[in-house]
């Protein structure tokens, strides 16, 4: 076999092993590295589960190469015929129970916290005056987007979710085009988002995310959804419970805000002409055709895998195809966005435009 398996296969196979476990260990991406309740479970499942797979790995492979040695021809003989077992009855009861009792070991644990992660009860409770107590966040994935509805507190943002640590936030998720699956390694999941049900799930961050790499943790779509799904990420960011409550009231007071299509900006009146219909710039409001853009200068990422810069976002708005294969934003043939050609001084207005939309301070 390995013969055959030439050299060059070996060494690109374990390159691609490497550029998958170099994930490993980063505490913005990593399943080993849980920032909340809900992953350090689920890592513990994972841990427990590995330990008895491996105790019956070794032990089977120990007797198996210990008969090996041991009852060799050349060692014991041409026409020795070794004590027969057949039908032994303790045999039987031995291998019977003990996959029984490891079985009962991994379940039990596995049922009790996968029953205790779906209890979604708390969404729907109340105070005195009637307002849900508990965080809802509506999840939407859509060809290749995310988008976060706060319906309690009434706003919606796009590619980055926000959260404050310290409490569970509950998630009801589903997608508006395809199956896709929402995923936050570091903290916990993943879930399908489907499009004929919502599907929920609660998660806990218990780490401001603004000391990790790129100030946030890493999300991802976890089922295959179309030729830019390795490209659906979104960020998240984890804010303080004081900070969280900072944001929202700084989204609320968006309420309103439009871009004019008369305006002196060039880049405002650009956007108000070309992207208004599809993309929001209020904070308030329901969903939108595509990711409302409020927030768009905070964010980390353009597209939500390009590094946040005017350059890369003036190539996207050029040509959206050549970095999301597939996505909304372009016709149907493919032959240009949906707006049109835009002029490059449309485009370079445009851009220091949309990096200006911000809430944070
Ligand atoms: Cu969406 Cu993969």
């Not at 041409?78 to 303790?90: A, F, L, M, R």
């Not at 919502?198 to 990790?212: H, I, V």
């Amino acid at each position: 076999m390995m013969k055959g398996l030439k050299k060059w296969r070996l060494f690109s196979l374990l390159a691609v092993m490497m550029v998958f476990l170099s994930g490993c260990g980063e505490d913005y991406l990593s399943t080993l590295k849980p920032s909340g309740e809900v992953g350090k479970q689920q890592l513990n499942l994972l841990l427990m589960t590995t330990i008895i797979m491996t105790i019956v790995v070794v032990v089977v492979s120990v007797i198996y190469l210990l008969a090996f040695v041991k009852y060799r021809r050349s060692k014991v003989g041409e026409n020795v015929i070794p004590k027969q077992v057949e039908g032994s009855h303790t045999l039987e009861v031995i291998w019977t129970v003990i996959p029984i009792i490891l079985l009962l070991i991994i379940s039990v644990p596995v049922v009790i916290t996968t029953y205790k992660f779906a209890d979604v009860a708390a969404m729907d409770e109340v105070d005195a005056e009637g307002n849900k107590t508990a965080l809802t966040v509506n999840v939407t994935a859509k060809l290749y987007w995310w988008e976060f509805e706060y319906p309690n507190q009434g706003i919606i943002t796009a590619q980055e979710l926000v959260v404050p640590t310290g409490e569970k936030v509950y998630f009801n998720l589903k997608a508006a085009d395809v199956k896709h699956s929402f995923w936050i390694p570091a903290v916990g999941g993943k879930m399908d988002t489907n499009v004929e049900n919502l599907n929920k799930f609660y998660l806990e961050f218990d780490k401001e995310s603004k000391d990790l790499k790129d100030g946030v943790f890493y999300g991802k779509c976890a089922e295959l959804c179309g030729p830019s799904h390795a490209l659906m990420d979104f960020k998240v960011k984890a804010l303080s419970p004081e900070a969280f409550d900072a944001w929202v009231a700084s989204m609320k007071a968006t309420e309103g805000q439009v871009a004019d299509k008369n305006a002196v900006d060039l880049g405002e009146k650009t956007f108000a002409n070309n992207c208004l219909s599809c993309h929001a710039v209020s904070g308030v409001g329901g969903p939108g055709v595509g990711p409302n853009l409020t927030a768009f200068g905070d964010r980390n990422r353009v597209a939500g895998f390009l590094e946040h810069n005017e350059e890369n976002l003036k190539a996207w708005i050029k040509n959206p195809a050549e970095f999301k294969p597939g996505n909304l934003m372009m016709k149907q043939d493919g032959s240009e966005p949906i707006y049109g050609q835009l002029t490059d001084e449309e485009i370079d207005a445009l851009a220091t435009y949309i990096m200006s939309l911000s809430v944070e301070k």
